[in-house]
């Protein structure tokens, strides 16, 4: 087997990839992770492939695909194959090369190199409790090895007894005993592909050269440098980028910072500085330099020299920046175009006149009706709000805690499926629909008469509603208006 010479990336055309999975918001993560595999590839004139890990098919939306689509194409990173635009080895979505995993599925069974395994959900779960309880590592147990089972989902024989051992280029060599690799399964009983075996297939056959991806799939790497093993093919270079942090270390999380691209967007974020930004998480300039454009960052980029101390993503220095941006490089006809562009584009406002037509009677009356369309914070009374006069904050927080996931996952964010979501919610934690429309009424709009609530809600769109139901979680966790000493 050979490796790539990981410093000499000439030897070979650059391909790289990001293989985002649409379950969800376009994450700053893949932002990041985007930004550095592309500065890499155009360093060497190499191509940029986008594919759509979309295995898990309960959790995958084509709306997601999209978002995140719109978002890479915001942050102005092109790729040159992807499954919009198609490519020399497509198809680039995962559902569609349910064949192709089927045969490399086949072959791995054939060389004695995977098995099925028919153990029951019931089984597996007894397994893994007594592991927990054994403070085990959990994993399954091997009992269909022994077996030959001709059904079922299929699982990687992970050899006994040997060090698996790979190269990151920022890491150097990374070892673990076999014995720590879990028997992976690798085909599903729905006949779909588990994350690893179409990753590790996908990226052979479409040329990957270099895998650039978050240090959170450094513990699946061993399991993928088996899969390339066993199926006698050569190993790309890896090299895993540092997690983004929150201030306290943890994980960048949605609990802790907005991380949705779409949020920074529509927030009024500059795409170069959110590249800039998200450049400046794991490199640093020679010369310091710490505001660049993405043509700077790609010819000064080097890739070795990527530093792997936790990123913080510290959203003060991205305002700073992005403010720095505003005042250094906008004259003042560029910043009409970006307020109209960003605070009072055509298409916001056509969806918001109809909601507030009827309520006012001259022009001059439109801000008295719809500032909170406008405002980035919300002040907002709630001496009227009778969740609140249940003195209880226990269950106020836990509600809009709930809450805010449940908007935050909801599949369309039109006014039906708020409703929907919202009156299903009240019955499911018992509370009195009037007392919660009200409670949201002010925490997203300040006001206690607002045009029709779910529409309201759906016209600010998910980012504002989550983002201000958060602020007022952080008011209420902290009592900074004192709301339950009355
Ligand atoms: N589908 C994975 C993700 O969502 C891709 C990981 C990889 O790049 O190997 O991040």
């Given at each position: 087997m050979?490796?790539?010479?990981?410093?000499?990336?000439?030897?070979?055309?650059?391909?790289?990839?990001?293989?985002?999975?649409?379950?969800?918001?376009?994450?700053?993560?893949?932002?990041?992770?985007?930004?550095?595999?592309?500065?890499?590839?155009?360093?060497?004139?190499?191509?940029?492939?986008?594919r759509i890990e979309d295995t898990d098919q309960k959790r995958s939306t084509i709306e997601s695909e999209q978002a995140i689509l719109n978002s890479i194409k915001w942050l102005g990173l092109k790729w040159d194959e992807g499954p919009d635009i198609g490519g020399p080895y497509g198809p680039y979505r995962q559902s569609e090369r349910l064949d192709i995993y089927q045969k490399h599925v086949d072959k791995l069974l054939q060389t004695g190199n995977a098995y099925f395994c028919t153990?029951?959900?019931?089984?597996?779960?007894?397994?893994?409790?007594?592991?927990?309880?054994?403070?085990?590592?959990?994993?399954?147990?091997?009992?269909?090895?022994?077996?030959?089972?001709?059904?079922?989902?299929?699982?990687?024989?992970?050899?006994?007894?040997?060090?698996?051992?790979?190269?990151?280029l920022l890491r150097?060599?990374?070892?673990?005993e076999s014995s720590e690799i879990d028997d992976q399964v690798l085909l599903k009983s729905d006949g779909f592909p588990t994350y690893h075996l179409a990753n590790v297939v996908d990226d052979y056959l479409m040329r990957i050269t270099h895998v650039i991806?978050?240090?959170?799939?450094?513990?699946?790497?061993?399991?993928?440098?088996?899969?390339?093993?066993?199926?006698?093919?050569?190993?790309?270079?890896?090299?895993?980028l540092p997690l983004l942090?929150?201030?306290?270390?943890?994980?960048?999380?949605?609990?802790?910072?907005?991380?949705?691209?779409?949020?920074?967007?529509?927030?009024?974020?500059?795409?170069?500085?959110?590249?800039?930004?998200?450049?400046?998480?794991?490199?640093?300039?020679?010369?310091g330099r710490e505001i660049f454009s993405l043509d700077d960052f790609i010819s000064n980029f080097k890739i070795e020299r990527i530093s792997l101390g936790?990123?913080?993503?510290?959203?003060?220095?991205?305002?700073?920046?992005?403010?720095?941006?505003?005042?250094?490089?906008y004259s003042n006809s560029d910043m009409l175009n970006y307020i109209q562009k960003q605070v009072f584009s055509t298409e916001y406002l056509t969806r918001i006149i109809p909601l507030i037509k009827d309520r006012i009677e001259k022009s001059e009356d439109f801000f008295e009706y719809a500032d909170f369309f406008f405002k980035n914070s919300i002040s907002f009374n709630l001496s009227g709000c009778h969740l609140i006069n249940f003195n209880d904050k226990d269950k106020l927080i836990k509600t809009c805690e709930f809450l805010i996931d449940e908007l935050d996952s909801l599949k369309s964010f039109e006014g039906s499926s708020?409703?929907?979501?919202?009156?299903?919610?009240?019955?499911?934690?018992?509370?009195?629909?009037?007392?919660?429309?009200?409670?949201?009424?002010?925490?997203?709009?300040?006001?206690?008469?607002?045009?029709?609530?779910?529409?309201?809600?759906?016209?600010?769109?998910?980012?504002?509603?989550?983002?201000?139901l958060r602020a007022f979680l952080g008011e209420i966790k902290n009592d900074t208006k004192n709301f339950f000493n009355h």
């Open positions: 050979v490796c790539l010479d990981p410093f000499n990336p000439n030897s070979k055309e650059v391909r790289v990839r990001i293989g985002p999975s649409p379950t969800g918001v376009p994450h700053v993560g893949t932002g990041y992770v985007s930004l550095f595999n592309y500065a890499f590839c155009r360093q060497f004139g190499g191509k940029f492939i986008l153990c029951s959900t019931e089984r597996l779960t007894e397994i893994r409790q007594r592991q927990i309880a054994l403070k085990q590592p959990t994993s399954y147990d091997g009992t269909c090895r022994e077996y030959k089972r001709n059904s079922g989902v299929v699982r990687l024989k992970v050899p006994k007894y040997e060090k698996i051992e790979f190269f990151d150097g060599n990374i070892n673990i991806r978050g240090e959170e799939w450094i513990s699946s790497t061993p399991k993928h440098i088996l899969l390339y093993r066993f199926f006698g093919w050569d190993i790309p270079v890896f090299v895993h942090r929150n201030f306290d270390k943890s994980k960048v999380s949605k609990r802790k910072n907005p991380v949705s691209l779409e949020y920074f967007k529509e927030a009024g974020f500059l795409p170069e500085v959110m590249l800039n930004f998200l450049g400046l998480m794991a490199f640093s300039f020679e010369d936790g990123p913080v993503f510290d959203l003060r220095k991205l305002l700073w920046l992005n403010g720095k941006y505003l005042r250094e490089k708020i409703e929907n979501l919202i009156r299903l919610f009240c019955d499911k934690h018992k509370i009195e629909k009037r007392e919660l429309f009200m409670f949201i009424r002010l925490a997203v709009t300040g006001k206690r008469a607002t045009p029709p609530l779910f529409e309201t809600l759906s016209v600010l769109g998910r980012n504002r509603c989550v983002m201000r």
